[in-house]
């Protein structure tokens, strides 16, 4: 369950990339006019015909890019991830599925963010805000001979997982984000529609959630820690996160995992033995080592003893960068609680090489003082699609 690095948390998440969330955009003053034509006024400056101000929608995010709006837009709070299998025909057949599928997603998902979406349910006056990602996974990749990144493939077998295929895999994977539920039932719905009609089956769905944030605070998971203090900037997310220079520049690989957290157990726990196992105090997210949240924990810091100040097996610890050359991950991670005995963190971490993880993840299954409390039910990798520009598709270069 990686709190230490990197959930991407930007000071400001709003209208657009870098304005506040949820700021509503008023209009001041009243207009002095009278009859229909001052009505109008007041109306078009923001404010009801009652004399109070009236929220404006915010302004749809776009769907077209070069890179999908599911990762480069603030992270949100509430999300859907969805999975798709496609049948197993034959390569031709199977590919022209996918062609399909990728086709009606595309259409979708940039329906429902235009300022006249063709579901009324999304017509906010000025489109949805809603954000996503499209990805293809290693299996289909493999079966269809698709132009995805050397890298891409099923993560290793870790000690202490018990993984439920139903929630696991698929050949299709989505996330959808927005600031509300009612935006992502509707997504999700037309999402689940237009696969279906292109040839693809449901494999699992998964709903979560962040907890009410200020902007610029890190918000907190269901242990009580911040969780996502730091991320890679462009520069480093270029070395670690994003494709090389080619097809796959924009892209990136997606590992998830649904991990379920025994938080009344964690919480019996003293404060003191709590910070420990994460390596980091829970009042003010700074490491043991430090006194501020943004401080570099330092792994190799020691007591008077010769006993590390981040113990050993701190979680914080044996998931640094600096035991794995630097390398980061770009991690967007959202909470889940389908019930009073299954509540968690659904881990989404981004990386050019999924070996990555697989690395830090050995480490933490070996040793992490978390394990007790910790329970990985579930996982996927996909190959995140670079964005669609005007006109064209997600997922063109794949067949090349």
Known sequence: MPTEPENAQQP???AAPGLGRRRALFAAGAVLAAGVGAAAGQLASGEAESGHPVARPPAPTPFHGVRQAGLTFPQQEATQLLAFDLPQNSPAADREALRAVLAELTRVLSGAVSGLPSDPRLDRGAGSRLTSLVGVGPAIASRLGLDVPPALGELPPFPGDHLDPARSGGDLLLQLCADDRWTLAVAAEL???????????PRWSQSGFLPPTPSGVTPRNLFGFKDGTANPDDETARQWVWGPPGPHENGTVLVYRRIRMDTAAFAALPAERRDQAMGR???DGAPLTGTTEH?????YAKNPDGSYVIPATAHVRLSSPRLDGGARMLRRGYSYDDGPTDRGLLFCAFMRDPAQFARVQTRLAARDALNPFLDHTASAVA????GAREGSVLGEHLWA
Not at 191 to 201: I, R
Not at 383 to 386: A, G, N
């Open 295 to 299: 401080e570099d924990p330092d792994i």
């Open 12 to 14: 400001d998440r709003d």
């Open 383 to 386: 190959y995140v699609l670079p």
């Open 191 to 201: 999402v689940a529609a237009a696969t279906h009609a292109a040839g693809a089956t």
């Open 281 to 283: 105090r829970a009042t």
